[in-house]
């Protein structure tokens, strides 16, 4: 696809793809020229670097998640705010690449700056003042990128291992097996091995049990309901 008929919204749209595909250590600008028709030059013409296209494909991602309206009057912050929690949770278990960005790469723009502003506004509708509001939102956003972190670097992980010369699914399973094997030294963590349910989900050893997303981001805002109850 020559330069003059590529645009930017087409070469970051197919960024998002091939990094949902092979993560950051897969995106390239010679691979998305590919990917587009066009040589890697015209890809540079309009986004200037790789770290300005991981910025652009950050914030596209950010522009697509809803922005729920709270119901009226000060009970309705609650359920906005979880669906938002929610969202964000969503779209880095479909786009776990993003949580590697956050880390390594400035990620703005206005997709991210529209959810903020959103999210403090239904912070500050429920009666937290700008400071508390800037808080909150910050300990939920917190606390859903710690959740998300363990499935971004197993999905890194699987992409390493499937690169890589060898038996990729032998060698998880074996380095699985050398972990169950330190842990077992450790009484409460052996009694968990020891239950029928870890025989037989025990390569998932060391990930987070159901439903712990859900039972956290609960009791966080149990925590900031909590505290809008005392202060009134």
């Known amino acids: 696809m020559p330069r003059d008929t590529l645009t930017r919204d087409q070469i970051v749209r197919a960024a998002v793809a091939l990094l949902d595909e092979e993560g950051l250590e897969g995106l390239n600008m010679r691979a998305l020229g590919v990917r587009l028709g066009s040589a890697a030059t015209a890809v540079y013409w309009h986004v200037g670097s790789k770290d300005n296209l991981i910025a652009l494909a950050g914030d596209h991602v950010w522009s697509e998640l809803p922005l729920p309206q709270a119901p009226a009057g000060r009970a309705g912050w609650r359920a906005a705010a979880e669906a938002m929690a929610v969202g964000v949770h969503g779209m880095l278990a ?3 690449w993003l949580v590697q960005a ?3 790469y400035l990620t703005f723009g206005p997709g ?3 959810h903020d502003d959103h999210l403090l ?7 937290f003042t700008p400071d508390e509001a800037d808080r909150a939102s910050a300990a939920v956003l917190t606390f859903v990128l710690g959740n998300a ?9 699987q992409r390493k291992l499937a690169h890589e ?4 699914e032998a060698r998880l399973a074996e380095g699985m097996a050398q972990a169950r094997e330190v842990a077992s030294q450790y009484p409460r963590l052996r009694a968990r091995l020891d239950t029928p349910d870890a025989a037989e989900h025990g390569a998932d050893y060391g990930s987070a049990p159901d439903q712990t997303f859900a039972f956290g981001l609960r009791s966080l805002l149990d925590g900031l309901e909590a505290r809008l109850r005392a202060q009134r």
């Not at 972190?149 to 992980?157: I, K, M, S, T, V």
């Not at 010369?165 to 990729?168: H, P, R």
């Open 94 to 96: 479909d786009h776990p």
């Open 149 to 157: 972190l363990g499935p971004a670097a197993a999905a890194a992980l």
């Open 165 to 168: 010369s060898g038996d990729a």
């Open 121 to 127: 506004g239904l912070y500050e509708d429920a009666g």
């Open 112 to 114: 991210k700056a529209r």
């Open 102 to 104: 956050f880390g390594a």
